[in-house]
């Protein structure tokens, strides 16, 4: 919008200018012979021109201007519709609480955090008697628990007082309102040995505007806290304390994994003793079994060779024959002939005429 009254101005003094250059030709041309009037009257009419076409250019911003503030009015107004609907939700307690654990639950899966793995929701203290927004699981079953708290409605207020004793009165309500929030943590078994939780608990506040303002403003209510083990975190800190658990987390499961890997290495190595031990014994084994069987096939074979050689000379010089020949017979009396078979088979097929 701003441009176009740049230009429309731009464009009338264009237009200012070329009315005086003209009313100064005019005056010219009455001092001037005839003979240059003609060419006075054709530069009088494209000066027209140009004024009919600058005054066309200036409609047709000034349509362009409209055009753009009715756009501007519309956005305006879904704007305004849209920020009464979000003070409308937001002034219901349960639908505030509600937006404050899923913004909590983002800042979860942005650091990578997985619910019923690094985190819980709504688990029930060791007395029963509360339930923190989030337990976060930490190393040796350790626990950290956190509530979400959004003290929204005197902190709306305070934005939008006018006079300095509004604002005073509305920051002390809002910071009262924190501290009562606070010290509702306090009340309740967040912090508790027993059941196996750290020593400080967390208050999620999901406006990093408001969080700044208590930070400023309400250094004592944030020390009472300290004091009392409560730790007030926005978005932003919430994900640096998120990362700070998260490394630890990764670092336990290093030393972790180191761990059970010593150990099967200590057990490989008592594994790797007694196979060398075995495998030492089996070698002994096959080093007597080797020389057992050098010792058969070497000393023992011919000293039964020895013996042998001499019954077959004593056999050749008494001129006993080979028993071979009387083998080959009894093997030959042995095997049936042919005539055996088809007199054999003769029988099978008439057996009733014997």
């Known amino acids: 919008m701003t441009a176009a009254v740049i230009v429309i101005g731009i464009v009338a003094l264009l237009s200012t200018a070329l009315a005086i250059i003209l009313m100064l030709r005019l005056l010219k041309s009455q001092e001037s012979p005839k003979n240059e009037a003609s060419a006075l009257g054709h530069q009088v009419g494209e000066i027209r021109q140009g004024i009919d076409k600058v005054n066309e250019a200036i409609q047709n911003l000034n349509i362009d201007r409209a055009k753009q503030s009715e756009r501007l009015e519309t956005m305006l107004s879904s704007l305004n519709t849209s920020s009464s609907a979000l003070q409308n939700i937001l002034a219901n307690t349960q639908v505030r609480g509600q937006w404050g654990e899923r913004m909590a639950e983002d800042v979860f899966r942005l650091i990578g955090f997985v619910e019923s793995v690094n985190y819980t929701k709504q688990s029930t203290t060791a007395d029963g008697s509360s339930r923190p927004d989030f337990t976060i699981l930490l190393p040796d079953n350790k626990k950290l628990n956190m509530d979400a708290k959004f003290p929204l409605t005197n902190y709306m207020k305070l934005v939008e007082a006018e006079s300095e004793a509004d604002i005073q009165e509305h920051s002390r309500s809002f910071l009262r309102d924190v501290r009562d929030r606070t010290r509702e943590v306090i009340g309740r078994d967040y912090i508790n040995p027993e059941d196996n939780t750290l020593d400080y608990v967390l208050v999620f506040i999901p406006n990093e505007s408001m969080f700044h303002y208590i930070q400023q403003h309400g250094a004592t209510l944030v020390e009472e806290a300290l004091r009392n083990r409560v730790v007030l975190c926005s ?6 304390i998120l990362s700070v658990i998260r490394h630890a987390l990764d670092n336990f499961a290093i030393q972790q994994a180191s761990n059970e890997i010593l150990s099967e290495l200590a057990s490989f190595d008592r594994q790797w ?3 060398t031990a075995q495998m030492d014994l089996v070698g002994k ?7 057992g069987f050098e010792n058969l096939a070497g000393t023992r074979r011919r000293a039964l060779e020895r013996p042998l050689s001499r019954i077959q000379a004593i056999r050749q010089q008494r001129g006993i024959p080979d028993a071979a020949p009387f083998e080959a017979l009894g093997e030959a009396l042995d095997e049936p002939s042919e005539s055996d078979e088809a007199w054999a088979l003769q029988e099978a097929e008439s057996p009733d005429e014997k």
């Open 235 to 240: 978005p932003i800190s919430l994900f640096a």
């Open 273 to 275: 003793e007694r196979f």
């Open 285 to 291: 084994r096959f080093e007597l079994a080797q020389k």
